[in-house]
């Protein structure tokens, strides 16, 4: 960092300058194709350009780029109607990230049970979360290098193992948040969520999944079971483009009434229509069983003495032991991109069209970079 840096110290970033995108590979500024098993920390679920969404964005481009949610925009209404299809008749709102997404979801339980004459304070989050950057979000992830020096954090939020949550639902719980699989935290699965939706039923607590980065097919299911109240979407969602979304289920119906909620750019019916058509492609392709099957190969594939690997689908996480940094960029070099989860994970969350050709050639790169950093 210098002085004249132009921008604020919030990311140390690879010294790559990637300039282009085709598929499952990016190109960089010297010319080297690299095959991309981050899709930008697991947004790209169509790899890069490709042309469904490409043709969706640039027909939008010559239609209409911003009205105001005042308006009625067609991409919106088909997308919130595909998702309102395909997650049992949840109502969405809609968002630019997926921070916003879990902001409108903390905003949804809490008028929820105010118009119950039941207001709550309470937020369960399990340890190793990661529900976004804006303060209510940070107060959610309970790691100390993500929290240290913003206090006060808003809200009233308690950090558990996922085996305690059960019984520390109270009446007092407005609702639990879970990733169904989580990201940031090294990429487990959350086993229990059969418990701690029974015991939100049981205190009349709502169950939010976080499905940022898990979701939309990733994980390998399309709907994590059992039926939460709220999901949060982003990452995938927008098909590259900023896009969240916010779904509440029939089960716990609208709480808000206009103006309870709102945002300028929410919803962009060029983000929409490239979700729209990444949604669509999704579903058709069925590429969750896709996900599941080259999950299973890349699992196996990734599989050596002293690593565990977990996760499920295309959402995994091989971990070592030892800092995973220097293997994230000896992978690199090996002209391989993933990124860390934690410390000493090394992430795998690439696009869906990932075939056994790019999870062995991956899965090679981990071997060779594992073995050349030991
Ligand atoms: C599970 C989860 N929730 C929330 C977020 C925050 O999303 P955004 O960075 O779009 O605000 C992320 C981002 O990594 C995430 O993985």
Redesign the pocket.
């Known amino acids: 960092m210098s002085a004249s840096d132009p921008f604020l110290n919030t990311y140390a970033r690879f010294p790559l300058e990637l300039v282009r995108g085709e598929g499952n590979r990016v190109l960089d500024a010297q010319g080297r194709w690299y095959l991309d098993a981050c899709a930008g ?2 947004v790209m679920a169509l790899g890069h350009r490709h042309p469904k969404v490409h043709a969706a964005i640039l027909d939008q481009l010559d239609r209409i780029w911003h009205t105001s949610n005042l308006f009625h925009l067609a991409p919106q209404q088909r997308l919130a109607g595909l998702l309102n299809e395909t997650f049992g008749g949840a109502q969405v709102f809609f968002t630019n ?6 902001e409108c979801a903390v905003k949804a339980a809490r008028k929820h049970h105010w118009r119950k004459g039941d207001p709550r304070p309470e937020f369960l989050v399990l340890e190793h ?6 303060m209510m ?1 940070l107060a959610m992830t309970p790691k100390a290098p993500y929290q240290e020096g913003y206090a006060p954090l808003p809200g009233e939020v308690r950090a558990l193992r996922p085996e305690d949550v059960p019984a520390a639902v109270s009446g007092r719980t407005a609702a639990v948040f879970v ?1 169904p699989v ?3 935290g090294g990429c487990r699965p959350v086993e229990n969520l059969h418990a701690i939706r029974e015991a939100c039923d049981r205190h009349g607590a709502l169950l939010v999944y ?5 979701g939309l097919g990733r994980s390998g299911e399309l709907r994590h079971d059992p039926e939460p109240d709220m999901r ?1 979407f ?2 995938a969602l927008g098909g590259g483009l ?1 896009l ?1 979304a916010c779904l509440v289920s029939p089960r716990m119906g609208d709480p808000f009434k206009p103006g309870d909620h709102g945002s300028t750019f929410g919803g962009n019916p060029v983000s929409c229509a490239a979700g729209l058509a990444t949604l669509q492609t999704i579903l058709e392709d069925d590429l969750t069983s896709h996900n599941v099957r080259m999950g299973a190969r890349l699992r196996a594939a990734l599989a050596r003495p002293g690593v565990e690997i977990t996760g499920k689908g295309l959402i995994l996480g091989a971990h070592l032991g030892r800092s995973a940094e220097p293997v994230v960029t000896a992978m690199r070099e090996r002209g391989v991109i993933v990124c860390g989860a934690g410390k000493e994970a090394v992430r795998f969350v690439p696009p869906f069209l990932f075939g056994e050709a790019e999870v062995d050639e991956a899965a090679a790169a981990f071997h060779a970079a594992v073995e050349a950093t030991a």
């Not at 990230?97 to 879990?102: D, L, R």
């Not at 979360?129 to 804006?134: C, S």
């Not at 976080?210 to 898990?214: P, S």
Request: proline share 3%; net charge negative.
């Open positions: 920390i697991a990230s997926g921070a916003e997404a879990n979360a990661f529900h976004g950057r804006t979000c990733e989580q990201g940031e976080d499905e940022i980065q898990c949060t982003s990452k900023p969240g």
